[in-house]
């Protein structure tokens, strides 16, 4: 089946830094990733989809110059936190589309749990 | 936005089938009902999707109502494995695929 790595699985940070987090197809090629956080005994909350070679789309309310996308090639999107503050402390899980007779499907990767100081 | 409704919680004893329900009572012609489920600090696990008739697979059956407002998740033979938070989605194929999670019910499966 379709895979989804993460990494790394897990980041501290002190507050200020950024922080990239990456997110890899290993089996299949990804047109399209989503980036999804999630809060303690939260839901799951779309942050942004990021198309290979395209700027990304954010969902309302997330801020683009704080959370930078890039989609550059099929395999790899990456997420970069910039100015980590304590409040993006959060679980954070990416899904990339799947190809052919997986179209319609999504594959979520491990998650990073993201521990900002 | 979410479109579901699902209970916050469930118990079922282990071996039990366990019964999940779902609301989604605003649903489209064209939208699909998915379910996921996601194991404490992991990625949401794929396990079935339908439209309109029911569907089985190796890890579970997915009963439609035929007015399509409602569903259930069954798991036949619930396991200590099968705790997880269980989310129902629905969504329309092909457009972005965008995922929008609602509260999902967190199932505990009990020796």
């Known amino acids: 089946g379709a895979v989804v790595s993460q990494h790394p699985s897990r980041v501290i940070c002190k507050s200020g830094t950024s922080v990239k987090i990456e997110c890899r197809s290993l089996?299949?090629?990804?047109?399209?990733m989503f980036w999804y956080r999630q809060f303690p005994k939260k839901s799951l909350m779309l942050m942004a989809t990021?198309?290979?070679?395209?700027?990304?789309?954010?969902e309302q309310g997330v801020e683009k110059d704080k959370f930078l996308i890039n989609h550059a090639s099929l395999t790899l999107s990456t997420l970069t936190v910039t100015s980590a503050h304590p409040e993006d402390s959060s679980f954070y899980i990416c899904?990339?589309?799947?190809?052919?007779?997986?179209?319609?499907?999504?594959?979520f990767g491990p998650g990073t749990r993201l521990t900002v100081l | 936005d979410a479109k579901t409704t699902q209970p916050p919680s469930m118990d079922c004893a282990e071996g039990r089938a366990a019964n999940l329900p779902c609301n989604h009572s605003?649903?489209?012609?064209?939208?699909?009902v998915y379910w996921y489920r996601q194991i404490h600090s992991q990625g949401p696990q794929y396990i079935i999707h339908?439209?309109?008739n029911n569907e089985t697979n190796e890890m579970a059956s997915l009963i439609i109502t035929e007015d399509r407002k409602s569903s259930t998740l069954i798991l036949p033979h619930a396991t200590l494995r099968d705790t997880a938070v269980y989310y129902c989605?629905?969504?329309?194929?092909?457009?972005?695929?965008?995922?929008?999670f609602g509260t999902g019910t967190s199932l505990t499966v009990i020796p």
């Open positions: 089996d299949f090629q990804a047109t399209t």
């Open positions: 339908g439209l309109k």
């Open positions: 605003t649903i489209s012609g064209n939208e699909y």
């Open positions: 899904s990339a589309r799947g190809s052919g007779l997986t179209y319609n499907e999504q594959f």
């Open positions: 990021s198309n290979e070679g395209s700027k990304a789309t954010y």
């Open positions: 989605i629905v969504r329309v194929l092909g457009t972005g695929n965008q995922f929008y």
